[in-house]
């Protein structure tokens, strides 16, 4: 059988870094090279079918914006559309891949694979890791029966539900926490441990209808963080400015100082949506029937907070 296309979405990070040296893997600027010339570096995607590339966005993803992701749910809605189109993969910056991962698997539900990929190096370092990232990326965006948002770095396919960033430096930055990760890829073949993030048809075409008008209307959701000495003041702050939603980051299993919890409940009194995640790097906050503010389910705070501007917009 021909192979059917695959896409190749640009929107910047370290994958697409430039540095002045070669050896210096971090006072680069991220998002320099398009993903045109990132294709070009790696011979090997060219005899693995058509490839085809499409530039959305260059940023350094600490820098990422609702308006980027409307464009892109947009663009991956469109080819999902398209009967030749196998897979999407998206080059983009580690730093807050997890919150995009997420956001296009809460929006989309793909029925086809939409995978994000990255890198640690800068495309300019000695030793790059960018192109096997991508090369792993294609095969898991060709592999038969793959969907849903996923992340390859370092051989490894994260679910976007639980991935997350978890080191500053190293080259294989992400955890999947508890969940572990969905499998591996190795020498372009890959070994799955568990199954693909859920697909829901009709999901994406549907949310595509809406994503333009999405970016127009965002809700200001903000995240806080409970710690040694917290108090109401933040909470209070983020009020008189028109909060709409709040995601508290707690301690432990989402415990939050006495201060801090009377002022959130008397925002969520008031009208403002308020979710309790941890700001533990694994585990949930487990809850109990004295709650007085809902936790987030097994979300972490970023994720959470997509959640919850999306839950807002709906
Ligand atoms: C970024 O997130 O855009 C910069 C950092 C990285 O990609 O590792």
Redesign the pocket.
């Known amino acids: 059988m021909h192979p059917q296309n695959i896409v190749i979405l640009g929107t910047?990070?370290?994958?697409a870094g430039r540095a002045a040296s070669a050896s210096d893997n971090i006072g680069y600027t991220?998002?320099q090279v398009g993903v045109e010339e990132l294709l070009a570096a790696i011979p090997a995607l060219a005899q693995a079918g058509t490839v085809l590339t499409e530039q959305v966005a260059q940023v350094?993803?600490?820098d990422m914006t609702f308006a980027v992701w409307a464009k892109l749910a947009a663009r991956v809605s469109h080819y999902l559309a398209q009967p030749d189109i196998q897979g999407i993969v998206i080059t983009h910056?580690?730093?807050?891949l997890e919150e995009t991962a997420f956001f296009l698997q809460a929006l989309l539900a793909p029925a086809k694979p939409v995978v994000l990929t990255?890198?640690?190096r800068p495309a300019t370092a000695l030793v790059p890791d960018g192109p096997q990232n991508l090369l792993d990326a294609v095969a898991v965006a060709r592999h038969a029966g793959a969907h849903g948002v996923v992340a390859v770095c370092a051989g490894v396919i994260h679910g976007a539900a639980d991935v997350q960033k978890v080191h500053t430096y190293k080259l294989d930055p992400f955890s999947s926490g508890d969940a572990g990760p969905i499998g591996y890829v190795e020498e372009g073949q890959l070994r799955l441990l568990r199954s693909w993030p859920q697909a829901e048809a009709g999901r994406a075409q549907a949310a595509a209808k809406s994503i333009a008008g999405l970016a127009g209307a965002v809700p200001r959701v903000e995240i806080i963080m409970n710690h040694a000495g917290a108090g109401g003041a933040i909470v209070q702050a983020l009020q008189a400015r028109g909060v709409q939603g709040l995601v508290v980051a707690g301690t432990g299993n989402g415990s939050l100082h006495h201060e801090l919890q009377a002022a959130l409940l008397k925002a969520q009194a008031d009208g403002v949506k308020v979710i309790r995640a941890s700001r533990c790097a694994a585990g949930r906050v487990l809850p109990t029937p004295a709650d007085t503010i809902p936790d987030s389910e097994g979300l972490s705070p970023v994720k959470a907070r997509v959640s919850l501007i999306l839950q807002l917009l709906a």
């Open positions: 910047g990070g370290t994958i991220a998002a350094d993803s600490k910056g580690t730093d807050t990255c890198a640690m």
